[in-house]
């Protein structure tokens, strides 16, 4: 694996998930006294883990329909578009 590649998808999805809801819903589950940390540490990493691998598997198979780079234009036009829907809802 070139370190390049590797160090510019952890940048970007480190960066994407930081302060989203997730991560919001997991400090919540943390600040219970009740709740074992390591228990919502396994259990956020492994929600994390395995919707990541869905990402990987549902990517991996459109490329095979659809240009990576009409790809890259619909997920653009996806951000976007949820940017306008969160500015407007605010």
Do not use: H
């Not at 990402?55 to 459109?62: E, F, K, N, P, Q």
């Amino acid at each position: 694996m070139e370190l390049k590649t590797f160090l510019a998808i952890f940048g970007t999805v480190f960066l994407a998930e930081l302060g989203d809801k997730t991560q919001l819903a997991t400090v919540l589950f943390a600040s219970k006294e009740s709740t074992s940390l390591l228990l919502v540490f396994a259990a956020a990493s492994l929600a994390l883990i395995l919707s990541s691998g869905i990402a990987v598997a549902v990517g991996s198979t459109l490329a095979n329909f659809i240009d990576p780079k009409v790809l890259s234009y619909i997920a653009g036009a996806g951000f976007i578009a949820i940017g306008v829907w969160t500015v407007w809802q605010a």
